[in-house]
């Protein structure tokens, strides 16, 4: 399994933006797929958002147009700028990585937005 490490999570205003990173120990070229999860508790696990090795996106209807993942083969990393934040994003964001083969996991990163 390709091996992720998340950072770029802390503590913010309602309104306040952040920027999470996810970096892998490979190559992420021929990664099929890559997404952003947040899991908070007592709710269920929500993908945000994830991008093909193609560059292509999705988007969770509740952060469309607020959030954006993006991709820099170069580094091996995935990152996803989160503007506007509200108190109920507050989460673990975590990273997967998903092939026929693989299904990789990060450990993840808090994200608090206060209000």
């Known amino acids: 399994q390709v091996q992720l490490v998340e950072s770029g999570g802390g503590l913010v205003q309602a309104g306040g933006s952040l920027r999470l990173s996810c970096a892998a120990s490979?190559?992420?070229?021929?990664?099929?797929?890559i997404a952003w999860y947040r899991q908070a508790p007592g709710k269920q696990r929500e993908m945000v958002a994830l991008?093909?090795?193609?560059?292509?996106?999705n988007y969770a209807d509740s952060v469309r147009d607020r959030f954006t993942i993006s991709r820099d083969n170069a580094k091996n990393t995935v990152y996803l700028q989160m503007n506007s934040l509200k108190p109920e994003e507050t989460a673990v964001y975590l990273c997967?990585?998903?092939?026929?083969?693989?299904?990789?996991w990060g450990q993840g990163t808090q994200v608090t937005v206060s209000s």
């Open positions: 997967n990585a998903k092939d026929i083969l693989t299904n990789s």
């Open positions: 490979g190559s992420i070229f021929r990664i099929p797929t």
């Open positions: 991008i093909t090795s193609g560059g292509s996106t």
